[in-house]
Structures are given as C-alpha cells and as structure tokens.
Nanobody, 115 residues
Framework: QVQLVESGGGLVQAGGSLRLSCVAS????????MAWYRQAPGKQRELVARITAVGNTDYADSVKGRFTISGDNAKNTMSLQMNSLEPEDTAVYYC?????????WGQGTQVTVSS
C-alpha cells in the first residue's frame, strides 16, 4: 500500500502562485511514476502533470509554461509549483502514484483562484 497526503492548496488571486506538495509513505519502493490531477466542479478529473521515476516530465497544454512538477526522492515528496494562476485553474488537485499495476490517490487539496 502507498499512502499519499497532499498539502499547499488555498485561495489565491489571479496571477498569483501556489506550491502543492504530496508526501508518499508505505510501500514506496518501485513507484513507477507520480502525477497531479485536478477536478473542477461538474468536470472530469484531468491530468495536470506527471513525473516518472527517472525524472521525465510532461504537462497538460493548459499549464505548460506556468506549472512545474518536481520530485525529491530523499523526502518522498512530489511538488507542483503553480505560477500565473488563472480562475480556470480552480479545482481539487489530487496526487496519484503508479506502482506496478496499482494506482493510488491522495485525498485532494482545494485550489481556488479568484478573478
């Protein structure tokens, strides 16, 4: 089992920044990749950014150039630096880990961007 705990969400004005963190615990060896997803009210959950165990990253087109995903293996932590936030970024942000064929989710953290 892998446990994921997100933090760092909150309320910010458009143009502002937030940094989300996800701490992994439990059976964290052999995690293949981790990712951030988000779900806005009335919408499907969507991929925001992901990072593999070897550090390869990719991003949704809507956040390219504004968001940066990173990992710290020593601290078992994955982060998402979000800059130039827009009201359209308002959503619950979820951390996800892929270990073998099993997907694990965190409980989510709310990000609200006011115009």
């Amino acid at each position: 089992q892998v446990q994921l705990v997100e933090s760092g969400g909150g309320l910010v004005q458009a143009g502002g920044s937030l940094r989300l963190s996800c701490v992994a615990s439990g059976s964290i060896s052999s995690i293949n990749a981790m990712a951030w997803y988000r779900q806005a009210p009335g919408k499907q959950r969507e991929l925001v950014a992901r990072i593999t165990a070897v550090g390869n990253t990719d991003y949704a087109d809507s956040v390219k150039g504004r968001f940066t995903i990173s990992g710290d293996n020593a601290k078992n932590t994955m982060s998402l630096q979000m800059n130039s936030l827009e009201p359209e970024d308002t959503a619950v942000y979820y951390c996800r880990a892929l270990r073998g064929g099993t997907i694990y989710w965190g409980q989510g953290t709310q990000v609200t961007v006011s115009s």
